[in-house]
């Protein structure tokens, strides 16, 4: 990592200090996180903040709690004095409490963003139409849970420390930052297709008429990438505010700033042979290792992984290693040499996972120990399902899918295989090396 745990812990923890303990290359864009928030925030009855129930009438804390449920709702109203005090008023009659809210100024008008709660037999539809009532437009509801209890600053400030810990943590927090939408990290350029590569290339080229600070397009923006590119959101159902792009763009911005980084944890396992092994993540500065192994790798091997010209392999890896298209984890030799990749990526909407290992640490479970490694990461971001393509005869491959002990979907096309594993509460935090026992991590 280009930055210590503690230099971003203390740069954090010393946001609203403005003396010399605050990086400048930090406190700019994490403090334009914090003042586009424009947050207000209330709790309601807190235990020992409340007056008794017998002063005003209210029922006892928790009476109505299985009776009600939490709603995010966005609507427009008029930029005039009392037009929110309306609608306020109109969300108390029916019993609706206003539990936060944020406000998001346009040209004409006011995005305001609620997390209510509602009445248990209160229909969305029902809501929608009290809202308009009231003088609200372009109504967007959808159920809430306990999450989005936390207010709008702490959210952001995890996120920013997310994103600085660890760079392939940027499209989560997008996604995260900006509720339901789609991301994708287009290149600045491709030079062809690479089908079974993990999508590398597959986006297609980023446009050279993105300016640097990025722009806003109804539900879509479109943000440079540090390296060069486009980072694209969409979210067809509901058009970003101009505060929402400022806020993407200073979680971007802190990205560029820190540049190259990587958790430092890794694991030491030791196989049945004695010989030890090490995991660890990977990125593109381990290029040129990568590459090696791909010398080592027979053609069958590539064929296998890439599905395409044994030539153009190498061409993959800087798509492959780069944290903005998800991660990856690599095992070393106890001289450093890497004879295995495992790869974790962002597709849209959906999550690939790949594997490379060279011929002659084949058959020894390093596989099946990388996948469930990159599986236990999909299902801690709260994806719901991760696929592999992969060929029909790759027999390998699919008893690692089928060892994760998950259910599984096959397409079969032409010889090309996609297995898919649905995600469940209940997925394992990881598939333990057969015949390997772990000694260390750091």
């Not at 990290?185 to 297609?204: R, W």
Request: proline share 7%; glycine share 10%.
């Amino acid at each position: 990592m280009s930055r210590d745990l503690s230099d971003v812990t203390d740069a954090l923890t010393h946001l609203f200090a403005h003396g010399p303990a605050v990086p400048a290359m930090l406190l700019a864009p994490v403090a334009a996180l914090i003042a586009t928030a424009g947050v207000r925030t209330r709790w309601s009855q807190r235990h020992g903040q409340a007056p008794p129930p017998d002063d005003t009438g209210a029922r006892p804390p928790g009476a109505e709690a299985e009776a009600s449920a939490l709603w995010r709702m966005r609507t427009t109203v008029r930029d005039a004095p009392g037009s929110l005090a309306a609608l306020c008023a109109a969300l108390a009659d029916r019993r609706i409490d206003i539990l936060s809210l944020q406000t998001h100024p346009l040209a004409e008008g006011t995005v305001d963003e609620f997390l209510l709660r509602a009445p248990g037999e209160l229909a969305g539809s029902e809501l929608t139409e009290l809202v308009t009532e009231a003088g609200g437009a372009h109504t967007w509801t959808e159920r809430a849970d306990a999450h989005d209890l936390v207010d709008a600053p702490t959210r952001l400030l995890g996120l920013a420390t997310r994103t600085a810990l660890d760079a392939a943590e940027l499209p989560l927090a997008l996604r995260q930052l900006l509720g339901r939408c789609t991301i994708r990290s287009l290149p600045a350029s491709t030079a062809g297709s690479a089908g079974s590569a993990g999508s590398a290339g597959s986006a297609g080229s980023a446009g050279d008429d993105v300016p640097p600070q990025g722009t806003l397009e109804d539900t879509v923006l479109r943000l440079r990438a540090p390296e060069g590119g486009v980072i694209s959101v969409e979210r067809p159902y509901l058009p970003f505010t101009p505060a929402e792009f400022a806020r993407a763009r200073a979680l971007v911005e802190l990205d560029a700033r820190l540049g190259p980084r990587l958790p430092r944890g890794r694991d030491e396992l030791t196989l049945s042979e004695g010989r030890n092994i090490t995991v660890r993540r990977a990125d593109t500065r381990d290029v040129e290792a990568a590459k090696a192994m791909h010398e080592r790798c027979s053609a069958r091997t590539l064929g296998m992984r890439y599905h395409g010209p044994v030539g153009d392999a190498d061409r993959y890896l800087n798509h492959l290693l780069s944290p903005r298209f998800g991660r990856t984890l690599a095992v070393q030799t106890a001289s450093g040499r890497i004879v295995g990749l495992g790869h974790l990526l962002w597709d849209g909407d959906e999550t690939e996972v790949a594997l490379l290992v060279e011929d002659a640490w084949q058959r020894r479970g390093v596989g099946a120990e990388l996948l469930g490694r990159l599986v236990a990461m999909a299902a801690e971001t709260g994806c719901e399902s991760v696929y592999a393509v992969t060929q029909a005869s790759n027999t390998g491959m699919v008893a690692a899918m089928r060892g994760l002990g998950l259910p599984l979907d096959y397409q079969i096309e032409e010889g090309t295989l996609v297995v898919t594993a649905r995600l469940t509460p209940a997925s394992p935090a990881a598939v333990p090396l057969p015949h390997a026992e772990r000694i260390g991590t750091d």
